[in-house]
């Protein structure tokens, strides 16, 4: 798995410093795990670049979870559009799976196959 962004704009992303599971090790050789509280829920990537592997583990302030495991990631890059960042996933199946991650101002998450993508969930903290 390819790492398409600099770790600062992961960081950005994430508003957060990552665990490393061997903080000598680079990133690429590495398990990369982002934790982080927001007002609309609990939010938690893992990326393994040597495994080809992403976890995405959100939840919301009622205790309601998604947990998206991708297993033959291409690469992972951090989009910016509007103001807004995106955490963008591909995988190398064919027919590639894209899945799209935003954090501001809600946890937003979409995905789809590389012709056509779908709002699966958006988590927000109800007033």
Request: one cysteine or more; aromatic letters at 8%; proline letters at 7%.
């Amino acid at each position: 798995m390819e790492i398409r962004s600099e770790n600062w704009e992961l960081i950005s992303l994430f508003c957060v410093e990552p665990i490393l599971t061997d903080p000598e090790a680079p990133w690429c050789y590495n398990r990369v795990l982002f934790q982080t509280e927001m007002p609309s829920g609990r939010v938690s990537l893992t990326l393994e670049p040597g495994d080809d592997y992403v976890q995405f583990v959100s939840e919301d302030p009622t205790g309601s979870a998604v947990n998206l495991e991708l297993t033959t990631v291409e690469y992972v890059q951090v989009r910016r559009c509007d103001e807004e960042e995106w955490l963008v996933v591909v995988t190398k199946d064919a027919p590639q799976v894209v899945l799209v991650i935003g954090l501001s101002p809600r946890i937003a998450i979409r995905i789809g196959m590389a012709s056509g993508m779908r709002t699966v969930a958006s988590l927000s903290r109800q007033p």
